[in-house]
């Protein structure tokens, strides 16, 4: 188990001290509503929570293919989906996923390291956005769902590109364990009311483009996965581009398999996360930056 204070390249400390700030103005009343706009770049760093998970900006540097390391790549213009699978041919996968099976491959839940943050226990995804330059509007990115399932056998090959089989709870990729939206309205279209606007261009000290950064990572409560087996498949959908168009290449996610050298800067993360958590819960739909 990766506690807190082992893994220091999550966060800067100045990263760790401005979403303290961040989180401090979360406790200021707010008001209600369905959905949740968490706006990542502006102030930068930033964080905030959906359906207990936490959403949070990351600069590790370097990254791009062969150094990031990722389990799923997705691209597509405008609009851009898919989940992670070593199924789906050489290379194009299922919906808008790419590199199969090197770059796009399958995920078992014993491969994940765990990581504390104020007593409570996540599993780490993190996400290197490839998009243009500063200075454009075009670097902005909507992350607009995140779904994650398990199961203990492979499914993706009876999935393929059917849609009405990912939106299911259960069936189709496997147990659902974390929705950041139902895939579907009641009427039809993509349902994307908890929505996560990106900055690809952002990072700490300065500015990059395209894959010279990571630009979010995501902290899934490991509660949301009791009962599934150290071996089933995890499967990460991913959903970008509904609100801010995907433009560029690929959009690369890892997982964090692996406890990072450093030293206790994300302790202090974990101590601006707290009231992001305790103040998630009074609102029980999430936070919104």
Same mark, same amino acid.
């Given at each position: 188990?990766?506690?807190?204070?082992?893994?220091?390249?999550?966060?800067?400390?100045?990263?760790?001290?401005?979403?303290?700030?961040?989180? @401090?103005?979360? &406790?200021?009343?707010?008001?209600?509503?369905? =959905?949740? +706009?968490?706006? !990542?770049? %502006?102030?930068?760093?930033?964080?905030?929570?959906?359906?207990?998970?936490?959403?949070?900006?990351?600069?590790?540097?370097?990254?791009?293919?062969?150094?990031?390391?990722?389990?799923?790549?997705?691209?597509?213009?405008?609009?851009?989906?898919?989940?992670?699978?070593?199924?789906?041919?050489?290379?194009?996968?299922?919906?808008?996923?790419?590199?199969?099976?090197?770059?796009?491959?399958?995920?078992?839940?014993?491969?994940?390291?765990?990581?504390?943050?104020?007593?409570?226990?996540?599993? @780490?995804?993190? &996400?290197?956005?490839?998009?243009?330059?500063? =200075?454009? +509007?075009?670097? !902005?990115? %909507?992350?607009?769902?995140?779904?994650?399932?398990?199961?203990?056998?492979?499914?993706?090959?009876?999935?393929?590109?059917?849609?009405?089989?990912?939106?299911?709870?259960?069936?189709?990729?496997?147990?659902?364990?974390?929705?950041?939206?139902?895939?579907?309205?009641?009427?039809?279209?993509?349902?994307?009311?908890?929505?996560?606007?990106?900055?690809?261009?952002?990072?700490?000290?300065?500015?990059?483009?395209?894959?010279?950064?990571?630009?979010?990572?995501?902290?899934?409560?490991?509660?949301?996965?009791?009962?599934?087996?150290?071996?089933?498949?995890?499967?990460?959908?991913?959903?970008?581009?509904?609100?801010?168009?995907?433009?560029?290449?690929?959009?690369?996610?890892?997982?964090?398999?692996?406890?990072?050298?450093?030293?206790?800067?994300?302790?202090?993360?974990?101590?601006?996360?707290?009231?992001?958590?305790?103040?998630?819960?009074?609102?029980?739909?999430?936070?919104?930056?």
């Amino acid at each position: 188990m990766a506690t807190a204070g082992a893994i220091g390249k999550i966060a800067t400390p100045r990263q760790a001290l401005i979403s303290m700030a961040a989180a @401090a103005a979360l &406790l200021l009343p707010a008001s209600q509503a369905f =959905g949740i +706009a968490l706006d !990542l770049t %502006s102030p930068y760093p930033n964080s905030g929570t959906i359906n207990g998970a936490i959403y949070s900006t990351i600069d590790n540097k370097p990254t791009g293919t062969g150094v990031f390391d990722p389990f799923l790549s997705l691209q597509a213009k405008v609009v851009e989906q898919g989940y992670n699978t070593s199924q789906g041919g050489n290379g194009q996968g299922f919906l808008d996923t790419k590199r199969v099976p090197q770059w796009n491959h399958d995920l078992h839940l014993y491969e994940l390291t765990t990581i504390t943050i104020d007593k409570v226990d996540y599993y @780490a995804f993190e &996400l290197d956005a490839n998009e243009t330059g500063n =200075g454009n +509007a075009a670097r !902005l990115l %909507s992350i607009d769902n995140i779904r994650v399932y398990t199961s203990p056998t492979d499914t993706a090959n009876s999935v393929g590109n059917d849609l009405t089989k990912i939106a299911l709870d259960t069936g189709g990729l496997g147990t659902l364990r974390y929705a950041q939206n139902p895939l579907f309205k009641a009427g039809g279209g993509f349902n994307t009311e908890n929505t996560v606007k990106i900055d690809a261009s952002k990072s700490e000290g300065g500015s990059t483009s395209g894959s010279g950064s990571s630009d979010m990572i995501v902290y899934i409560p490991t509660s949301n996965f009791a009962g599934a087996g150290s071996h089933d498949f995890v499967y990460f959908y991913n959903l970008n581009g509904v609100n801010l168009t995907s433009d560029a290449g690929f959009e690369e996610w890892r997982a964090l398999t692996t406890v990072p050298d450093g030293g206790s800067s994300l302790v202090l993360l974990g101590s601006a996360l707290t009231a992001l958590g305790i103040f998630a819960g009074r609102r029980n739909m999430g936070t919104s930056v």
